[in-house]
């Protein structure tokens, strides 16, 4: 679809203030394929609904999401940056491969049985349809890589799923994406229940370190961080809290849980958690000065939203059309 440049597409929800988690597992690596794939970053502002959301702090993070993809380096030159909610083909393709996905396979989803357990009051059909409109996200570009942390790559595999089946009954319709995991494959954890995901919308802000934390509280959160009563800097099954600063530290400067170990050796979890909290402050202080001067200048953001919602339009309009042909729906001129 464009002169055989392989599709990087990926997106994150406006559900919460973003955490080193979405740094790390996703943001960071989103511009590795600048030069190479023509890349669409979406902010999916539709998945957030899945859950409640207060809609002026909605709105607000919507803006900042976009703020934070080209403070994280995506030049909307380059890529095509857009909101989920403007490009409404989304939602329409979503239907449609509703009936190519089966209630078994949306029932075997970890993130409906994590966040059902989650909001027991609103088990709505919206969090169990979730991956059908990821699905229709990514197919609608003839993506061929989804940069994701490890917790979507289930998703992904449904994804392409979906786009098998509906391309053995309907040949050429979809390009099959694949997965992409960063290279550390990490997964970064809660750091008050190391056992659970980082998340954005925890409750617990302590247990999150936010991509906009300023340094005081990065130190702090660190030092707090839920660790054993162990004092080695060593990598080892059951030490959780450990094992997850560890990746955190790994991740930021690229060093081995081995190099790590021997850097740490004879000194205590106080000097390592410090060296954590720096290190995460330092690499974050630049990301978090160009998101200020996006962030201050608020119609520079909506005429990107726009030119991005038209580049990615064009896109959209040109396979929901395809796909409604070979449905056999009736396409006026
Ligand atoms: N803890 C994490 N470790 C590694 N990668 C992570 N990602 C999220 N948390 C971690 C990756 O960030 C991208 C955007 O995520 P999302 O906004 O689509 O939703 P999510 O995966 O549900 O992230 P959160 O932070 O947990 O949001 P809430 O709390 O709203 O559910 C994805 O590529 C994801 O893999």
Known sequence: MFQNQKVSYSGVQPSGNLTIGNYLG??????????????????VDQHA?????????????????????????????????????????????????NCFTMFGELSRMTQFKDKSAK??????????TYP???????????????????????????????????NALYPDTFTIPEPIV???????????????????????PNAVVYILDDKDTIIRKFKRAVTDSD????????KDGI????????????????????EFAGKGYGDFKLAVGETCADALAPVQQRFAQYMGDKAGLEAQMKKGAEEASY??????????KKLGFVQLR
């Open 49 to 97: 609904i899945t859950v409640r959301q207060v809609p002026a702090d909605l709105r607000r993070r919507t803006y900042e999401t976009l703020a934070l993809y080209m403070a994280c380096g995506l030049d909307p030159e380059k890529v095509t940056l857009y909101v989920q909610s403007h490009v409404h083909e989304h939602t329409e393709l979503a239907w449609i491969l």
């Open 182 to 204: 960063s290279k550390s494959g990490m997964k970064i954890m809660s750091l008050s229940e190391p056992t659970k995901k980082m998340s954005k919308s925890d409750e617990n």
């Open 119 to 128: 909001h027991a009051d609103n088990i709505n059909a919206g969090l169990f």
């Open 26 to 43: 996703a943001l960071r690596n989103f511009s590795t394929y600048s030069e190479d794939y023509k890349c669409l970053y979406c902010v």
């Open 231 to 238: 004092t080695e800097v060593r990598f080892a099954p059951g």
């Open 315 to 324: 896109i959209a309009r040109r396979t929901l059309s395809k796909v409604e």
């Open 243 to 262: 094992n997850n600063l560890m990746s955190i530290y790994a991740c930021f400067t690229g060093k081995s849980m081995e190099e790590i170990e021997a």
């Open 132 to 166: 059908v409109l990821m699905a229709s996200d990514i197919l609608l570009y003839q993506t061929d890589v989804v940069p994701v942390g490890i917790d979507q790559k289930q998703h992904v595999e449904l994804c392409r799923d979906i786009a098998t089946r509906f």
